[in-house]
């Protein structure tokens, strides 16, 4: 998909990441969060850690990637300010 006219930066660029969802700041997100679950959750045993662990990496990756892209927290290389989402 071809990026749109309103960015000129971006004319004749592919994006290849959804509009809505910023993957590498959610797998960034999972990961800090899934490990200080799992840290905090360590002495009720490896079990129930991992369980808490998995379940706040996952939702932490689709709310977190959502978030960041909505907002326009972050500026990738190429984009200016105007074209941020």
Known sequence: MAAS??????EGRYVTTP??????AGAGG???MGT???LVNAPHGAL???????KQALYT???GGFIVQATGWHHSPG???????
């Open 61 to 63: 990756f689709f709310f």
């Open 19 to 24: 509009s809505w969802f910023d993957p590498r």
């Open 30 to 32: 999972a990961l800090l």
């Open 48 to 54: 129930p850690a991992a369980t808490s662990a998995g």
């Open 5 to 10: 006219s309103s960015c000129p930066e971006l």
């Open 36 to 38: 200080l679950v799992a």
């Open 79 to 85: 984009r200016g300010r105007a074209c941020s989402r």
